[in-house]
């Protein structure tokens, strides 16, 4: 989901279709290896074949996929530092997105996912539908669950994120797909990557 | 002024970025999928059709005039032309309350996915590379499409998504401009059209052909009927085609 480029800003809507096919080099994700993720220190051991996909939604970032981003999407985010944002900027003056905050809890990412996809997509349809604490590579994390649509198609989607603040630091593994068929057939996987996480 | 150039450096970024495209594939099928004349019943569902203009800028105006245009003119050349496809093929019964907008989303997700097949199979340089073992063709929507309400008693659905932009006289001004003046390529308009066909015990896409460069005007009914015998290139079981010598591999239909 995160090619927001092709939507909005002028000079990235080039950037954006150019990259992805140029520097794409998606490359596959084998199963069973522990593989370091999002130029991070956090590793995680997916216990089936991944795709990666060569253009990342942000510095720190990167997805996963089994079939492209628009029908399932694994993001990592390895580390965002305070004052950064989860994606690139998609209009710095006149919509800036949101920023990690040093003073952020584990209850404030879903909030901060929710406004950052509420601008990066440009849609009002997100709603964070629930949130539990649920460990994040054997520190105090948060499971989040919830839905969007995109301005452009009317296709549902779901997700389900899982993250935590280490040493300072975003850590956050998110999961999005159609809510038919694709969401329930992906989800299974990314929890199992997601329980693999360490640091 | 400064508006002038944006436009400018985007109309470059555009073409560079549509110029991989001509490389693209078109069409796909899946391994060992064929369909003989006479022995299935597929389900049309209904169209989604979109027509709108394409400003200088680019961006896209949509036109409901036209739209309505094109889906009348669409509508009577699918009609005219289902029943040369060789198969019983019928008109899905657009089911009332909740059923309808669930066939809704699965026109939806149709067009994602057939938006994902073109980005990361039909383009091999972007391919996925658990997509590129032995010329694979494996895309779903879902088994669950089988209870989808007026499907029942169909072997196959046949979804077809069309999207047209049309270029308006500025953007047109900019594509002439652009080439005679700074010699860089304007694109003018987009006209996507995907046809596929899934099928209903498994949701596999058994058959697809996607092109974001289709030809016909559909808002004429000449234009529409050109649309549709491009749409349905190449459809399984169709008797002219299958007198042709059937590829049995994955068909790779060049660019045109």
Known sequence: MKRFGNRFGMGAIGLALIAAPVAAGNRLIAAGQPVAVAKSVLTVTPSVEWNKLGARPGRNSETWTFDGDALNDLTFYGGIEPEQTLFREVSKRNKPLPRVKVTMLVTDIPTLVENSYRIALDTPLFTVEGMEPMAFAGKPGIRFTYNFTRPDEDLPRKGEGRGAIIGGKLYLITFEAPRLHYFDAGVTAFRQVADSAKL | ?256
């Open chain 2, 1 to 256: 002024m400064r508006r002038g150039w944006n436009a400018l450096a985007l109309a470059a970024a555009l073409t560079m970025a549509a110029a991989p495209l001509a490389a693209q594939e078109k069409t796909g099928n899946r391994p060992g999928f064929t369909l003989a004349p006479g022995t299935a019943t597929i389900v049309l569902m209904r169209p989604e059709i979109q027509v709108g203009a394409q400003s200088t800028g680019g961006a896209y105006e949509p036109n409901a005039d036209w739209t309505d245009q094109a889906r009348e003119n669409l509508g009577k050349a699918l009609a005219e032309a289902q029943g040369r496809l060789g198969n019983r093929v019928v008109n899905f019964v657009e089911p009332v309350g909740q059923g309808a907008a669930t066939a809704h989303e699965y026109r939806a997700l149709f067009t994602t996915l057939a938006d994902s097949v073109i980005t990361y199979q039909f383009f091999p340089g972007n391919r996925l590379p658990t997509k590129k073992r032995e010329d694979s063709f494996l895309w779903s929507i879902g088994p669950e499409v089988a209870s989808l309400p007026g499907v029942q008693g169909a072997d196959y659905a046949l979804f077809v998504t069309t999207e047209d932009h049309y270029g308006s006289t500025g953007r047109k001004l900019l594509q002439v401009f652009a080439a005679a003046a700074v010699g860089v390529g304007v694109t003018s308009g987009m006209h996507k059209g995907y046809a596929g066909l899934i099928d209903l015990k498994t949701g596999d896409l058994v058959w697809l052909n996607a092109d974001q460069a289709m030809g016909g005007d559909v808002r004429t009914p000449e234009g529409a009927a050109k649309r549709v015998a491009q749409l349905l290139e190449g459809f399984p079981g169709k008797p002219v085609e299958a007198a042709a010598p059937a590829p049995s591999a994955p068909a790779k239909t060049a660019s045109r």
